[in-house]
């Protein structure tokens, strides 16, 4: 794993890396046997804690990778560490039971997150994800969806009638070559409109058809952060899954400085929203 880049940047106190994942070490927490793909290597929680020291990062959420499945352990074992300074969002089969869902909540978990994507393994329909929504509002839990740039039009009605709120993925997945006038970047300024989405401005590197810095997707986060800055988180993504390239995190870091021109605005996304979102003390 190479080592970033220190960021020019200036992350404000209580910065939160909203979007992150752990991956093993394997022989203390396996993959998942139906996993839809290996990582390239561990990725161990003791790495990213220097990563975050390394980038100016004092807060984080861990995501719960489909190459660990629905066995939280590697997630969970990471917010104990530092459970005053990470939670986690959790992958879970829509037949989870209450004492499970408790279980999950008292290790550090706020959320669960469900895929739409069709290099992942699917698993629950949006119906059925909206009734286990139910079970999560006494807790305060929210809803984070993945999904393929093409289905959020489609899917946007049923995300609006959730119990808890829902938060889109890396931007929507979009397709960064087509511009910012395309439908799916449309659908998602609209699905925003609605007070209970939520949107993470990360994935740049994902959403981008170019070479870092990946400027062909600024815009669309540019613009995300300015129309929805009270409902924005960013994460890194590391470290990095599925991609051909492995991002420079320090570079990720400094695109802030274009997606949030204002120091009001970096505050809002990096502090003050997930401090908020997750409940940090």
């Known amino acids: ?8 940047l200036k992350l404000p106190a209580g910065a939160c890396d909203a979007h992150f ?17 290996t990582p390239a290597g561990d990725a161990p929680k003791e790495t990213l804690f220097q990563l975050h020291e390394f980038l100016g990062i004092d807060r984080g959420v861990v995501v719960q990778s489909n190459a660990h ?13 530092r459970p005053r300074r990470y939670r986690g969002v959790a992958l879970v089969r829509a037949s989870l039971s209450d004492g499970e869902l408790k279980a999950l909540d008292r290790q550090g978990f706020r959320g669960a997150r469900f895929h739409f994507m069709r290099h992942l393994a699917q698993g629950a329909g949006v119906e059925e ?16 969806i993945h999904l393929e ?9 049923a995300l609006r009638r959730s119990p808890v709120p829902v938060v889109i993925d890396h931007m929507g997945r979009v397709d ?31 959403a981008s058809r170019q070479s870092p810095p990946w400027k062909d997707a600024v815009p669309f986060a540019k613009r995300l952060v300015a129309e929805c ?4 988180l960013w994460g890194t993504d590391w470290p990095h899954p599925n991609l051909k390239e492995v991002p420079d995190d320090g570079v990720l870091v400094d695109l802030l400085a ?12 990096l502090v003050d929203n997930p401090k908020r979102f997750y409940g940090f003390e």
């Open 1 to 8: 794993m190479a080592q970033p880049s220190k960021p020019k």
């Open 229 to 232: 800055g009270d409902r924005a």
């Open 258 to 269: 274009e997606i949030a021109p204002s120091e009001a605005q970096r505050k809002a996304l």
């Open 129 to 144: 994800i909206l009734a286990l929504a139910k079970r999560f509002a006494p807790l305060g839990w929210h809803l984070q």
């Open 69 to 81: 499945g629905v066995d939280n352990s590697a997630a969970a074992d990471l917010i104990a560490a």
């Open 176 to 206: 960064a070559s087509l511009g910012t006038g395309q439908k799916a970047f449309a659908d998602l300024l609209e699905l925003l409109e609605s007070r209970n989405i939520w949107v993470k401005v990360s994935g740049s590197e994902r």
């Open 21 to 37: 994942h752990v991956f093993g070490p394997e022989r203390r927490f396996p993959y998942a046997a139906e996993r839809s793909y």
């Open 149 to 157: 740039s093409t289905l959020i039009g489609e899917m946007a009605g």
